[in-house]
């Protein structure tokens, strides 16, 4: 069986799982629709021979699925119910994007196949990739050596988010204390 | 969740012999990127992971004592200014910021790719401290109701 068969089954069933997590009453199950979504990317690296972006892709899709239990399960929440012109905008957005991507279909006909041409500074990775770094794993060599500065940019995002949720968090926790001090001295 | 003191004893014990396992199986994934699929990024969450199936299993008080907390942020922090350091030394000795000046040695050698290992091992570390410090501390905060 060709690889574009498995990545279209991968693909619907993607697209059911996401419809399902939309439409789900209980919280749980919809997280674990998200979860087949995550699954399905991750499947579909693996079929494009991509091994690397399923590993870390697989890896974060747990990751998500315990902070989304952490974070909603035992927690109260109601569902809101959508208004009118919200329904009315939410259809005319639909028609509009089917319209744009059925008139669009044709420009898909002249895309390249897959994978081709292979560009100048892909070939000169993969000819001089091995020599040049001394990497058996191609993509490590890309991602640390030719690319370095991505995965510096991708650390310091790491850094900041940490960073931004350590201070707001600690603001919050104390600005919270000095309630329950002045409420005590109230008292 | 500050209160309650993790899981049931059947979670716990399979948890103390499991996650050793994980973490030699995230440094695996960490020394040999240069050489297989994987590498700094992957198996710093596995590490994140590891770390993060203690905090639910033995809840959070044993946690913070099995663990120094402000030394992981310390190793975080670390490990990212010692990224930086082995890129301004590509500048002095390889000619260009984060060039690869060290020894490439054999292909598919453990120890070869110059920099490419040493750089994975900051990304590791990097990656899991910061991912276990961001649960730790979403997890520590408390929604009051009614706010």
Do not use: C
């Not at chain 1, 069933?13 to 919280?27: H, Q, R, T």
């Not at chain 1, 315990?66 to 919200?86: C, Q, T, W």
Request: no cysteine; charged share 15%; aromatic share 10%.
């Amino acid at each position: 069986m060709p690889v574009e068969y498995w990545l279209i089954f991968i693909l619907i069933v993607m697209i059911i799982a996401s419809i399902a997590a939309l439409e789900m009453k209980d919280i749980l199950s919809s997280i674990v629709a998200i979860g087949v979504v995550g699954l399905g990317v991750s499947l579909s690296f693996l079929f494009l021979q991509a091994p690397d972006l399923a590993i870390v892709q697989f890896l974060f899709e747990i990751f998500a699925l315990i902070i989304l239990v952490k974070a909603f399960l035992g927690k109260d929440y109601h569902i809101e119910e959508p208004s009118r012109i919200n329904k009315i905008l939410a259809g005319v957005t639909v028609i509009t994007l089917a319209a744009i991507f059925i008139f669009s279909v044709s420009v898909f006909e002249l895309l390249p196949p897959f994978g081709e041409p292979l560009m100048t500074t892909s070939q000169y990775y993969l000819e001089n990739g091995a020599k040049d770094t001394g990497a058996a794993n191609l993509v490590s060599s890309i991602i640390l050596d030719y690319r370095a500065y991505d995965t510096l940019g991708e650390i310091t995002v790491l850094f900041t988010a940490i960073l931004g949720a350590f201070t707001i968090l600690r603001i919050k926790s104390k600005s919270k204390k000095d309630k329950t001090e002045l409420s005590h001295a109230a008292k | 969740m500050q209160q309650n003191d993790g899981m049931t004893l059947i979670v716990k014990t399979v948890t103390r012999i499991s996650v050793w396992m994980i973490l030699l199986y995230g440094i695996y994934i960490i020394f040999h990127g240069h050489l297989s699929p994987g590498g700094g990024f992957a198996g710093g969450v596995i590490i994140a992971l590891a770390l993060l199936n203690v905090l639910l299993a033995f809840g959070r008080k044993f946690t913070s004592e099995w663990l120094n907390i402000s030394f992981l942020h310390d190793l975080e922090s670390a490990s990212a200014t010692l990224f930086l350091v082995i890129g301004i030394l590509g500048i002095s000795l390889g000619g260009a910021f984060l060039a690869n000046f060290m020894n490439k040695g054999e292909l598919f050698a453990l120890l070869s790719a110059g920099t490419i290992l040493t750089l994975n091992i900051f990304i590791g570390i990097k990656v899991g401290m910061s991912l276990f410090l961001v649960v730790w501390v979403l997890a520590g905060s408390k929604i009051v109701k009614g706010e």
